[in-house]
Structure formats: C-alpha cells, structure tokens
C-alpha cells in the first residue's frame, strides 16, 4: 500500500461540492453521463422558491470537471439573483456540457440531454448559452416541454442575444447617467470585450449613438466582420485593462476582473454581459467601489435573455419583452443610487434586493 501526500489544491477539491462557496447551498446538483453520445453534463439547481429554475445550457471544452463543476454552481447561482432582482417568478439554473461545441456536438448528444432535463419534471427549464444555438433548443424540445428559447417558427421567442444585449445597452446608459450626469454615450470610448451573439449586438447598439467603440475577441474573423460592418476599431494591444476607456464591457466569459487586472483597469464603468464578471464578488466589488469605477451588476443588467425567454412561459407578447427589458435601466439606477445612500457594493445592492424578494416569497409560502 502506498500513501501518498495531497497538495493542497487537491485537499480543497476533497470537499469539490458542499464546501465550495458557489455551491451556496444549492438545491440540487445532477450529473448525467451517456456513453453511447458521449454526453458529459453538469444540471445546477440553486433555488425554486420563486419558480422552476430557468437557464441557459452552456457547451463549452473545459480543462477539466472540477472546472465545469464550479463553472456551473456560479452560473446557476447567478441565475437566482438575476430572476429574482428583475422581478420575474423564476428560480436559478443552469447547465453546462463538457466538450468542444463545434466538434462533438450532435443531434443525439442533445436529445440525451433533453432526456436527463425531462427527468426532472419541469423543476429545471433550460435554454441556449455559450455554444449553443436556437436550432439546438428545437432539437431539446423534440424529446421535452421544459426548453426555451426555441425557433419563433415553432411558437418561442427566438434568440435571447438581440434582448439581452439591449438589455446591457440599458443598463449601460443607467450607469452612464449615474456617473456623467447624462445616459448620453456619444463619444465616450467602449471598450467590447467579446464579440459573439450578444457583444455584436451591443457595438451595433453603440454605434448607433455614436460611442467610439473598440473590440476584443479571440477570433480574428469575427473581428474583422463586427469592424466591417459597423466601423468599431479594433483593440491590437496585449492588455486592453491598462488602455484609456470611459466603459469596460466583458461579453465573453466571466471572472474577467480578478487580482491580475482590477488595478489596472482605468475605466470609470463596468457594463457587459458576461456571467460573474468579478472573480472574487466580496473583494473585487469594494475595488471597484474604492476606485470610483461604476460597476453595473451583471445579473441585473444582462437579464433580457430571461426576460425574453420567461415571456414563451407566461405567452406575453413583444411589446412587453421591449418593456420589462428597458425597465432595467430604472432598476440600475435604483441599486447604484441604493448603493451611494447606503454605502454599499453595489454588486452587494443589487444582491440584497434579490434575496429580499427570495425571503418575502418564502415567508409567504410558509404561512
């Protein structure tokens, strides 16, 4: 028999579920594994007091599972706060598959899928994420009702990305008037840190208002086709934090401020609509604070996906998609305001809020 010592970083991954701080007491974690499609999926279900949990199925090549594991706690946390801050009857869920979405991808693989969430019997609806597609969502539903975010063909709301990126340009333009003293983005310089679905969107959104507006993104075609059609500038510098910006907008993946760039950061906002935006909330939100920078929570001001997924659940129309997501720039300059008063994060703000309507519900349901 041998005995072997145990780094450090594999004792904390000893405890990788209950004792992690995202698991945040989380209601109920699924592992689903299929052999025959290679199927490798992460469900998190962190809270159903308000509702069934709703969010999005991220496909994305992990390094590893304990990654995936602790990707998918974050993002289904983060869901609670978001349903529940923007007043919508939903609890927080999320999805992710381990694997390369352009190559291992198939219709089998999300059917299986569908199959392990139909398990559930509704308490987790999903919807597409980061490597998904609508036309994935479609395929989900052919085997179960509790998808959204399926074609606008087939009787759903259609791609999130549209309304959660003017979901972003609102909230944007909240923080902008909290800052500046107007919501007026005409030649402030934005930063867009990420250009897929959503982050071409918000340029498109920009520059409509005549932001001077510079991208980011690992794919150098997509830079190309967001420069060509919109005339953004694109960012060729190794550390886009050190650079001079009025906004700092992530809309690719999250944890985008953390020890490495926090202090380096020269905007006076962060606005995007990437998940979990600070790697560390607690410490990395008083940064900011500290600062003076305006940091937009993310899980409020990216809610307009879920708010235009939620309307196939409650059959609302457009109109009051548009609505409810514009509100969002009300809501933003309710928590900064909140936050200033109170001398409060305003990440803290906005959580506050959220977990208030979480306990008034409980309460509630108790009576």
Not at 114 to 134: C, N, P, Q, R
Not at 336 to 355: C, G, I, P, Q, Y
Request: with cysteine; net charge negative.
């Amino acid at each position: 028999m041998t005995s072997e010592i145990i780094s450090s970083k594999e004792l904390k991954k000893m405890d990788p579920v209950f004792g992690q701080y995202s698991f945040d007491d989380h209601e109920q974690i699924v592992f689903c594994n299929d052999k025959d499609t290679g199927l490798k999926a992460i469900i998190g279900i962190h809270n159903t007091v308000l509702g069934p949990a709703l969010g999005g199925t991220r496909m994305w090549n992990y390094a590893n599972e304990w990654e995936a594991l602790n990707d998918v706690l974050r993002l289904s946390r983060g869901m609670t706060f978001k349903s529940a801050v923007t007043g919508l009857n939903l609890g927080g869920g999320k999805a992710v598959i381990i694997g390369d979405a352009k190559t291992q991808k198939t219709p089998e693989l999300m059917k299986r899928f569908g199959e392990f969430v139909h398990s559930l019997s509704g308490k987790y609806i999903t919807a597409e994420d980061v490597g998904m597609t609508t036309e994935d969502m479609d395929t989900v539903r052919e085997v179960t009702p509790y998808v959204t975010g399926i074609s606008e063909s087939k009787g759903g709301a259609g791609n999130p990305s549209p309304i959660t990126a003017y979901g972003v340009f609102m909230g944007m333009k909240a923080a902008a008037k909290f800052q500046f003293g107007s919501d007026v983005l005409e030649d402030k310089n934005v930063f867009v840190q990420g250009i897929g679905n959503v982050g071409e969107a918000l340029v498109e959104h920009l520059v409509n208002e005549g932001a001077n507006v510079t991208i980011s993104d690992i794919s150098q075609d997509r830079l190309e086709e967001v420069r060509s059609k919109y005339g953004a500038t694109v960012y060729g510098g190794d550390d886009i934090y050190s650079e001079d910006m009025d906004i700092y907008a992530p809309c690719a993946l999250g944890a985008t401020i953390n020890d490495d760039t926090i202090y380096k950061l020269k905007a006076k906002i962060v606005a995007g609509a990437a998940n979990n935006q600070l790697a560390d909330e607690k410490s990395h939100g008083l940064i900011l604070q500290e600062r003076g920078i305006v940091y937009a929570p993310d899980f409020l001001i990216n809610a307009g996906g879920i708010i235009n997924v939620y309307a196939e659940l409650e059959n609302y129309d457009r109109q009051e998609i548009m609505r409810k997501t514009e509100n969002i720039y009300n809501t933003t300059l309710e928590i900064l305001d909140n936050a200033k008063v109170n001398n409060l994060t305003t990440h803290n703000a906005a959580l506050n809020v959220a977990r208030e309507r979480i306990e008034t519900r409980k309460r509630e349901n108790l009576k």
